[in-house]
């Protein structure tokens, strides 16, 4: 977040994926973990989602259920308000396959959504782009 401090969200404890968010920073040699308490609306539990930072916030793309439903949804992490937000598509806009295990970087005011698992021998080759201005 510039200042070095991070989040953790999503992912296994105990064989479950979870749904917290975890604010850490360093003190020193130290690092500092304290849990963010999140209200409604939040994303569903998942793993093997992609992040992407944009100034303070958070954007997370797709992921796993429990019952290992893909999904393709994103929502964005608001760091100064600890609060989730998800982003609609309308009913025009172009809305991405579900995968899990993809790759996201951010460049610019773009982030850039690559490949992924659809089904376990469907591997994705795709590219999508999510412009944070439009």
């Not at 968010?21 to 209200?39: Q, R, Y």
């Not at 893909?70 to 396959?97: A, H, R, V």
Request: charged fraction near 25%; proline fraction near 4%; charge should be negative.
């Amino acid at each position: 977040m510039g200042d070095g401090s991070f989040i953790v969200s999503g992912g296994y404890v105990d064989g479950s994926r979870v749904d917290e968010v975890i604010g850490c920073k360093h003190e020193g040699a130290t690092l500092l973990a304290d849990p963010v308490i999140i209200d409604e609306p939040r994303p569903s539990a998942r793993a093997s989602v992609s992040f992407g930072v944009y100034g303070r916030k958070v954007f997370m793309f797709g992921g796993q259920e429990d019952d290992n439903r893909k999904l393709n949804d994103m929502w964005c992490f608001n760091c100064d308000e600890d609060s989730w937000t998800q982003i609609e598509c309308g009913p025009d806009d172009f809305k991405p396959t579900p995968r899990s295990g993809h790759t996201t970087v951010v460049h610019g005011q773009k982030m850039y959504i690559f490949g992924g698992i659809l089904e376990l021998t469907h591997e994705l080759n795709d590219l999508v782009v999510y412009d944070f201005e439009t």
